[in-house]
């Protein structure tokens, strides 16, 4: 079983994220409804460093959804983009913030880079 998204925001989305493009910068907010609560992450993006905290502040991008459809992204088990299209998560403001979404959580498991695919790497 993988992690949950409050976990995964907590100990692996802060710091440096070297797959992130250099010229990345943004604010993101993450509005995690449980119930009738809703929890509100912000990351702050510039260039490959990543800064989370708890606000509900305004966003360049807000994305809203059920908490378990975070806990799915965090397991690596749904893609961002995918959730949007299926209106499993509402999306406002510069749609640009959740092509890096999707970096800051893990993908399929046993997905490998498709650089390493290619050159045959990875051990498999």
């Known amino acids: 079983m993988g992690s949950s998204a409050v976990e995964?925001?907590?100990?692996?989305?802060?710091?440096?994220?070297?797959?992130?493009?250099?010229?990345?910068?943004?604010?993101l907010r993450?509005?995690?409804?449980?119930?009738g609560r809703t929890e509100h992450w912000y990351l702050t993006i510039d260039q490959q460093d990543v800064r989370v905290s708890r606000s509900s502040d305004n966003a360049?991008?807000?994305?809203?959804?059920?908490?378990?459809v975070f806990d799915r992204l965090a397991e690596g088990g749904l893609n961002?983009?995918?959730?949007?299209?299926?209106?499993d998560l509402t999306v406002q403001g510069n749609l640009r913030l959740l092509l890096t979404l999707r970096r800051?959580?893990?993908g399929?498991?046993?997905?490998?880079?498709p650089?390493?695919?290619a050159c045959g790497g990875g051990g498999r």
């Open 8 to 27: 995964h925001l907590e100990r692996r989305v802060a710091g440096r994220h070297p797959d992130l493009p250099e010229n990345t910068a943004g604010s």
């Open 30 to 35: 993450l509005d995690l409804r449980d119930g």
């Open 60 to 68: 360049e991008l807000v994305v809203g959804g059920d908490r378990e």
């Open 80 to 87: 961002p983009a995918a959730a949007v299209l299926r209106n």
């Open 104 to 106: 800051l959580f893990p």
């Open 108 to 113: 399929p498991p046993g997905a490998r880079h």
């Open 115 to 117: 650089r390493e695919a």
